[in-house]
């Protein structure tokens, strides 16, 4: 093998001749070292190396170093935070008899949503104005709660500033009545509870629930106030528009005397101004039966609790129901998280 004397002039594997850079001649320093093609190729790498360094020094780019540095800090600022947060359990850790995974109990598959459970525990909330897509979802959730059992109670939580949006314009009282009439056609039985507000039309649904099982939180207020209507266009628009605002308030006015057990000329009276009743005052004016101050008050519990409560994801100290054996129906539907009894 032909030896070089300067090992900054050896030619290249292809024959050509090459230049090492200051590190190449470092790696040689001895100037009668044999330089094979594989020595050749390390110093062509180690000069690459240095001209892309150089280059992202030149354009802000942190080096290895830099980065190394950029990541100690990362590591202070994780450390100075604390430990993260406690997690629920994974939808794999729930199982038919609480055992994991690999232990000798078949999981289930995961369990539903928020939504979901709710409803598979016979639980309606409504919390928004009545709007139209308010009252189709409510509509949909008893039609179906109706066809499932025709026996258990469904709950219906109330916190709806009634037909009146947070812009204080008024939707139309017919999405009110269109939840009342479903409520009097299903054949459950349906416990309300107010939660929040139950303002105008949303106090009627409230009223609506059966007696007995009509219920307000201790802070909840109840507003006794007559349907608003919106008219506009020529006056004879105007005028029938206002008769059917009339009739509307003569509707609302016959359910209310009829739930409560109050006149029909006392209602008009208390509908002539607003008049807020404090959850004591509803119960004497016969709008709900009894002021709630726990969910022990209740027929049923959610069975779901007691899964929740086996992995920790829940406090302990809740009541739980009687023991059952869940299963899943052949339709899929999770009766793990079901209400009531089999």
């Keep these: 093998m032909q030896r070089h004397e300067d090992p900054a002039d050896l030619p290249g ?31 062509d790498s180690i000069a690459r190396i240095n001209r892309l360094n150089q280059r992202s020094r030149q354009r802000g780019i942190p080096t290895s170093a ?3 540095r950029d990541k100690k800090k990362r590591e202070r600022r994780l450390e100075m935070q604390g430990p993260p947060m406690p997690t629920l359990p994974d939808v ?18 995961p369990p539903p949503d928020l939504p979901s459970m709710l409803l598979h525990n016979r639980i309606v ?11 189709e979802l409510i509509v949909a959730k008893l039609l179906y709660l109706n066809y499932e059992s025709a026996t258990k109670p469904i709950y219906m939580y109330i916190n709806s ?5 947070e812009q204080s314009q008024s939707s139309y009282e017919t999405e009110a009545f269109a939840i009342a009439d479903v409520m009097a056609y299903v054949r459950p039985p349906i416990h309300t509870i107010a939660v929040g507000q139950a303002w105008g039309s949303a106090a009627m649904l409230l009223a609506l629930g059966q007696k007995g099982h009509r219920y307000a939180l201790p802070n909840a207020s109840i507003l006794l106030k007559q349907p608003k209507g919106r008219a506009q266009g020529v006056v004879s628009d105007v005028a029938i528009k206002a ?6 308030r003569r509707v609302v006015t016959d359910i209310v005397a009829e739930r409560t057990g109050q006149s029909k000329e006392q209602v008009e009276r208390d509908f002539l101004r607003l008049r807020y009743l404090a959850p004591e005052e509803a119960v004497e004016y016969g709008l709900v039966d009894k002021v709630l ?4 008050e209740l027929q049923h519990l959610p069975t779901f609790m007691r ?17 059952r054996n869940p299963q899943l129906s052949p339709s899929g539907s999770h009766d793990l998280f079901r209400v009531g009894t089999t």
């Design 307 to 323: 899964e929740l409560q086996r992995f920790g994801a829940v406090s302990s100290d809740l009541p739980l129901p009687p023991a």
């Design 161 to 165: 500033p009634g037909s009146e949006t």
């Design 92 to 109: 794999d850790d729930f199982t038919i008899d609480g055992r994991r995974p690999g232990k000798g109990a078949p999981p289930v598959s």
């Design 66 to 68: 830099a980065a190394r």
């Design 293 to 296: 101050s726990s969910e022990k």
């Design 243 to 248: 008769r059917e605002t009339v009739n509307n």
């Design 13 to 43: 594997a292809d024959g050509m001749e090459r230049h090492l850079s200051r590190h190449g001649k470092e790696a040689f320093p001895l100037p009668q070292a044999e330089i094979t093609a594989d020595e050749m190729r390390i110093s």
């Design 125 to 135: 909330y409504l919390g928004m104005p009545l709007l139209p897509a308010v009252t």
